[in-house]
């Protein structure tokens, strides 16, 4: 079975300060890896994904995550956040093999301040 | 063209009632998901379904939960005889038929219940 750890429940940081949120996965099998993003009583949307090939994946809004193979990570990234980018993100694996479940983390709050 | 639809919105309940969410997935999509996102957690795997098929249900509760996806109309999740615990999130989530391994997944609104 998979599994994913967000190890920062909250991420608070002002406008236009870069910021990375964590995500680690395990699994035995391949995986692919996507990172969406919720807004207030919304539903998810798609940030980003990787499937294959380039280990470092563009997504909307300006972020990007980069898949570690060696230590089954997937950090999100963006150079400069703005206020509209507070919102809670999750991190989520498939594997390759089994199913179309995905396996989310416990999401990260990302909060930022003017 | 229209996401993918989930009604009602908001759904309140008394202990022991029974609870029906519905999903209209994507035009053109034949699989359904159900996720459940309890009080400040990340979104829990339910069930997943295809017309008329129950593909993979080992995220359901054992007991009170039960999901349809019929040949027409929405996919429906059931929970009856609520409990002050089912108070939570529900999302629905569609995905094509392909031939790839990957298929990905459009997320609805969700369904936000609330057990008195």
């Known amino acids: 079975a998979q599994s994913v750890t967000q190890l920062d429940s909250q991420v608070p940081v002002f406008e236009e300060a870069p910021v990375e949120l964590r995500c680690n996965y395990s699994?035995?099998?391949?995986?692919?890896l996507f990172w969406y993003v919720q807004y207030p009583n919304q539903g998810l949307q798609l940030l980003l994904k990787?499937?294959?090939?380039?280990?470092l994946v563009k997504g909307i809004n300006g972020f990007e995550a980069e898949f570690n193979k060696s230590q089954t990570s997937f950090h999100l990234r963006k150079p400069s956040v703005h206020i509209s980018d507070t919102a809670e993100y999750f991190c989520?694996?498939?594997?390759?093999?089994?199913?179309?479940?995905?396996?989310f983390g416990g999401g990260t709050r990302l909060m930022v301040k003017p | 063209n229209a996401g993918v639809m989930q009604n009602p919105r908001h759904l309140v309940r008394r202990r022991g009632q029974e609870a029906r969410l519905r999903c209209s997935p994507m035009?053109?999509?034949?699989?359904v998901y159900w996720y459940r996102q309890l009080p400040e957690e990340g979104l829990k795997f339910m069930v997943y379904?295809?017309?008329?098929?129950?593909?993979?249900e080992s995220g359901m509760p054992k007991e009170r939960f039960s999901a349809e996806f019929p040949k027409e109309g929405p996919s429906i999740l059931r929970i009856q005889q609520v409990v002050r615990g089912d108070s939570a999130a529900y999302f629905c989530?569609?995905?094509?038929?392909?031939?790839?391994?990957?298929?990905?997944?459009?997320f609805g609104p969700g369904t936000r219940l609330t057990v008195l």
């Open positions: 989530a569609s995905s094509r038929l392909t031939s790839d391994s990957y298929n990905e997944q459009f």
């Open positions: 699994s035995s099998v391949s995986v692919y």
């Open positions: 990787y499937l294959s090939g380039s280990t």
């Open positions: 989520a694996v498939r594997t390759h093999n089994a199913g179309n479940m995905l396996t």
């Open positions: 035009k053109g999509h034949s699989h």
């Open positions: 379904l295809q017309k008329e098929n129950i593909i993979d």
